[in-house]
């Protein structure tokens, strides 16, 4: 039986960790936090996950939350080009509909479950120092340590990385008793962009105490939203928001009127810079570990890309392994198998990103506008999300964009829709 290593109990690690389980490799997680630190602690992200990687997710019965979590079936979209006017606002379906668990009540249950089915975790922080010991116990060592500091392993790739500052400053809270508003399908995920200031977004989602909303804003650097830098805790960091939110999006900061933080440590806030790595590194003479999700490919969280393309990552990356057979994880290997992620999922979560975390083109804008007006624009807009590889087909090309806008604004006009 193959032996295989994976430090890091994320999203990316532990879904890989639990599909080789089932496939019958021998696996051991390094995770540097338990089931219990994970569950008490603080969150690190929000979460929402499309379709296609929450299939596969199902490929191996780990979408536990199916029947507990809100179904995320649609998202509305608002444009407020100045504080306190929404210029335009559509909305589209996510099919069947997408769905985020927080991940201190994801990991932990999923840590457990590894381990009732007779998985190998030791809670240990993995220093870079202790790899060129472990590395050569195990057919292969997978680093699937997020954003910590063992990703310095990894160089840098000069030609896909595009930042070297963060795009946003990033702070979320997870909240009871968010009111829904009555201009979105029930349950509907709100993006709400006022350019050059940022983003709120707000989701449903599952936490420990059951179904909540998490308001997350994407703040420019210095702007307005940029209010949360000295990580505040909940209470005052929801002060905050409701006061920021009164001023640019009020009709947000109504729904916020009788909410509560979720939980003593329901918010977050920092920031990152997209970077893109070399997908292995050799850690000892002839001795090779490979990276996966975040460690690998890291987006802002603008486009809610992350933890898909983790998820993604995990299944690729499985089917690579069991396909190996018995023949060596050497660095030829190693490089293909990242390549095959990044052709079939990471460049379109990238380019989603990249699209959204930069000032839009003026097309995009006018697309946008399009949407507002017209339902099969917006569907295809909202699409977008889980579907990022439509970018390119849809708005690559300026031309062919308004060509289509313009077909679609023709056929409702003969339809009288
Ligand atoms: C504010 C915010 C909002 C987001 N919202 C979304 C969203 O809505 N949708 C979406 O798809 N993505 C979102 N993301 C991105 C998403 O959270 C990540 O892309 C995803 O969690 C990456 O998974 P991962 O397994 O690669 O890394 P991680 O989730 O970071 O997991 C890495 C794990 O490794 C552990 N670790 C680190 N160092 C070591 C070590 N030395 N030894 C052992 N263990 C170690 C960490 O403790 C952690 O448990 C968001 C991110 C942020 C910051």
Known sequence: MRKILIVGAGQAGLQLALSLQVEGYDVTVMSARTPDELRDGWPTSTQVMF??????ERAYDLNLWEDEAPRIRDVGISVSPEPGVRAL????????????????????????LFE?????IIYHPVMTSDLAGLAPMYDLTLIAAGKGEIVELFDRDPVRSKYVT????????????????????????????????????????????????????????DGPFDCFWDRPKPE???????????EHMPWE????????????????????????????????????????GDVVVLNDPVAGQGSNSAAHCA????????????????????????????????????????ALLNPLPEHVQQVLGAASQHQQVADRFCRLFPHPEDLGPFLGNPEAA???VAKVAEADAATGA
């Open 253 to 292: 900061a109504d729904l916020l009127r009788d909410a509560e933080p979720t939980d003593a440590r329901a918010s977050l806030s920092g920031s990152l810079t997209g970077t893109i790595r070399k997908p292995y590194a050799e850690i000892a003479e002839g001795t090779y570990v490979l990276g996966m």
């Open 315 to 354: 299944g690729i990356y499985t089917k690579a392994i069991v396909d190996r057979g018995d023949q060596p994880f050497d660095p030829e290997w190693m490089q293909a198998t990242f390549e095959t992620f990044w052709e079939d999922r990471a460049q379109h979560s990238t380019g989603m990103t990249d």
């Open 89 to 112: 606002k559509f909305d589209g379906p996510w099919q069947p509909y997408a769905m985020s668990v927080d991940q201190r009540l994801k990991m932990s249950t999923w840590l457990e």
């Open 236 to 246: 005052e960091h929801l002060r905050r928001l409701r006061h920021v939110m009164q």
């Open 116 to 120: 009732d089915r007779g998985g190998r």
């Open 166 to 221: 963060p795009g946003r400053a990033l702070s979320a809270i997870y909240l009871h008793g968010m009111v829904e508003p009555d201009d979105f399908p029930a349950g509907s995920m709100r993006i709400n962009v006022a350019p050059g200031v940022g983003e709120l977004f707000v989701i449903s989602n599952l936490t420990m105490s059951g179904p909540s909303r998490v308001a997350f804003v994407e703040a420019i650097p």
């Open 51 to 56: 379709e296609p990687a929450l299939n596969t």
């Open 402 to 404: 308004l060509a289509y």
